[in-house]
């Protein structure tokens, strides 16, 4: 057993050598094959593999709808399985703010904006034309940059006259005559008038029967049955009386004038009418009705009593308004505001009156704001001898002010943005160009332009919206024609093997 273990293990010692021998120098083979390889490659200059790339750089393609699909080679979408489309990708890094399409026409879908070419045709997906889209500096002419999100459109005459397109020239002309705002009739209410008793007694005859009723002044009003009155005209009569026999018995005449003046004022204290004193002094019978008149000529707006009703001491059955003359209370808002100065001329136009107009003067303008619409209260006083002005009608208030020459537009040529006001000036050849333009003062015809519109330019006033869409269609089209329709793959990051993955 021992010999046949020895005649065994001697064999196997020379084996295990032969194997280490053969490790070590297949190890140091490819080291030197690694080495050389490597200097090889250094010596020509870069990575094999880059000529791949740069033929990947030259030739892609892509997926309309998945533009995250892109091969190297034609064929069909995994995801959606459309044709891919063939796109020129970017060749290098291109300088910041440059545009791989400078200087280039570019032709681009409006419904697929990743079908991008560099000449005229139809859209592989859709068939629509392709719109030619410019940068921003191209579209403009190369003059002043547009509004942000605008871009120059061309449009053909016919298509001008299909959407009712019409320019007008800014002129010079009077610009801040005036300004517009609205207005609301009011009552004057420095006009209006509380009749009240000051004795408490009971209606006998009510003559202002209804509200609305138009009242002179002098007209009766009411007649009443007071006792505390009666007493009154009985104290009046007894001083009369007294007077007379104070007289006659020679040296009292002052005590008696003193008497029948005291009994006298009580009377006028209570609105008694002086016809009636008079009529008391004359006949010396007191009597049991008095008749109250109007104390001034309007319109009765309030009538509290009826016949046989009870008053007592303070209470107010009617009110009278007069309209011979109104208020105007217009809303002003703070930047209008140093527009009015009291006693500035003012007009008022209605629809109750086309083609008429009511004048008037500036009279308040109210020291604060309503918190609520941030405008303030200038008050206009109209005269209304005829009464057709009446309270709650609203109308257009116009003020009138110094005005100045400037340059002039239609009002319906601004398109306001909110941040900014814009109007598309016509450059002739059917191109139209949008500008940002400083307004000044204006009305609801025409607006100043302090600046961005010289006198004589053609300016939009119809259409406008419609090329301000297709404007900002342009825009957006020319945004994404300058940068690549295909994004290039970014480089391996740092850190990373170059040559992952080419093994397999």
Known sequence: MNTENGNTSAPSRPRRSFGTRALVLAMVASAALAGGGSWLLASRGGDPHAHEGGAAAKEQWQCPMHPSVVQDHPGDCPICGMKLVEVA???GPAPQGASPAEGKAQWQCPMHPSIVQDHPGDCPICGMKLVEVKGADEASGGGTPPPGGLS?????????????LKVAHAEKGTVGGSWRTSGRVAIDETRVHHVNVKFSG????????FIGRLVKKGE????????ELLAAQEEYLLALRTQKTLAEAGGMDADGDALVAAARRKLELWDVPRSEIARLERTGRPTRTITFYSPATGVLTKK??????????????????????V????DAYE??????????PATLALKAFPNRSFEGRVAFIDPLLDPKTRTAKVRVEVPNPKGELKPEMFGEVVFKGTSREGVRIPADAVINSGTQSVVFVALGGGKFEPREVQLGDGDSEFVEVVSGVAAGEGVVTRANFLIDSESRLRASLAALASGSPAPAKAPAEAGADPHAGHGR
């Open 89 to 91: 990708a970017a060749t």
């Open 202 to 209: 009971f209606m006998e005859h009510v003559h202002g029967d």
């Open 327 to 330: 208020w105007v209370l217009a």
């Open 335 to 344: 930047s209008d505001l140093r527009h009015v100065k009291i006693g500035g």
């Open 152 to 164: 120059a459109v061309t449009i053909d005459p016919a298509r001008q006259q299909l959407i009712g």
């Open 220 to 227: 009766p009003l009411f007649s009443i049955y007071s006792p």
């Open 304 to 325: 509290d009593v009826v016949p046989g009703m009870r008053v007592n001491a303070g209470d107010m059955p009617f009110e009278i308004v007069d309209l011979s003359r």
